[in-house]
């Protein structure tokens, strides 16, 4: 018979895979039976062990008592909002305002300029979230708040089943703050509001209330039973760069158990984006989630550096929104 402490290692490594997969790479390496076996295994060794306990284990996902009151959190790095692009003309500014700062020939309105490499994603309509890891452990999670001060939601950010406890793989910086949106899918939302319907409790407007409401609550017992998911968009504060471009660094923090949007692609001018912009349009109403544009961003992470942000918004980043639904259904 193996010892207590070794058999429960090999449990948290072998249910942190099962964990990686199913949530990351969307393909389950187990049955969810066999799962909850293993899961159920390793709670009653850490229950006979309770010294063996750490923070880390998949079983601490819910926190203890209820909080009177969230704690804030300082943003060393600020939480910028997007500026936004409505029409195409948006866009174009917005990326001559890009050849500009980087002192290419901007292009005008006859000539394309150079062609500016940018990534591409749905602009998830969700509630923006930091997630601080050192050493590899997730220490500290907050909400944007005013984008310079948040609030600490730490106990409530470990109960949403894709954020990872710990980073997987290696190479990682000692300080890495992950930053992304917290949603809930369309499905869980409307699951949601028929058991809250059932239970005569609180029903949401939308996804996104139900998303914020849920993470934002002082029990976080409640918010480990409501259908909340995490998408990694960004960084904050990092003791290294993981990578030399957005789509790079994304991948990377993939391989390190960080879920990212499955439909991030790299666009080569401002042409492939608004390529982009109209097949993901046309998909929106299929997506299992509410978006309400895509997130265009300047690939090249030193040229990121370089343009800089204006005032609350980056100039290597703009939004480019789509009409809003009530207009859609005039
Ligand atoms: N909401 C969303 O999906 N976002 N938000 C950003 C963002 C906000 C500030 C910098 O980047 N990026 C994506 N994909």
């Not at 997987?168 to 949603?183: A, H, K, N, T, Y």
């Not at 504060?237 to 990377?252: C, D, I, N, Y």
């Not at 895509?294 to 929104?321: C, M, S, Y």
Request: hydrophobic share 35%; charged share 25%; with cysteine.
């Amino acid at each position: 018979m193996k010892e207590p402490a070794q058999r429960i290692l090999e449990l948290r490594t072998e249910l942190d895979v099962h964990n990686y997969r199913y949530y990351v790479l969307d393909e389950p390496s187990v049955p969810d039976a066999e799962y909850d076996r293993l899961f159920r295994e390793l709670q009653a060794l850490e229950a006979e062990h309770p010294e063996l306990v750490t923070p880390d284990s998949p079983t601490q996902r819910v926190g203890g008592e209820a909080l009177n009151a969230f704690g804030s959190v300082r943003h060393e790095v600020p939480m910028l909002s997007l500026g936004n692009a409505f029409e195409e003309d948006d866009l174009r500014a917005f990326d001559r305002s890009v050849q500009n700062g980087l002192g290419l020939q901007g292009g005008d309105l006859f000539g394309a300029g150079a062609e500016i490499e940018y990534s591409c994603e749905p602009k998830l309509d969700g509630l923006a979230v930091s997630l601080l890891y050192r050493d590899g452990q997730l220490v500290r999670g907050a909400t944007r708040g005013d984008g310079t001060t948040g609030e600490d939601i730490s106990v409530n950010v470990r109960t949403i089943r894709n954020v990872p406890l710990r980073l997987q793989g290696s190479g990682w910086p000692d300080v890495l703050e992950v930053r992304g949106e917290v949603f809930m899918s369309r499905a869980g939302f409307e699951r949601l509001n028929a058991s809250q319907a059932e239970i005569g409790g609180k029903t949401f407007a939308n996804p996104r209330n139900a998303a914020a409401g849920s993470l934002r609550q002082l029990d976080s017992k409640i918010t480990a039973s409501r259908p909340l998911e995490f998408c990694c968009y960004g960084l904050g504060q990092h003791s290294a760069e993981p990578a030399a471009t957005q789509v790079g660094m994304l991948q990377r923090l993939k391989s390190w158990g960080v879920p990212i949007s499955n439909e991030l692609k790299l666009a080569k001018g401002i042409d492939d984006c608004l390529a982009y912009y109209r097949d993901i349009g046309e998909r929106r109403m299929g997506l299992p989630y509410d978006i309400d544009g895509v997130v265009f961003k300047v690939n090249n992470i030193e040229d990121q550096q370089q343009l800089g942000f204006r005032a609350r918004t980056p100039h290597w980043a703009i939004a480019h929104k789509f009409p809003a639904m009530e207009e859609l259904t005039e």
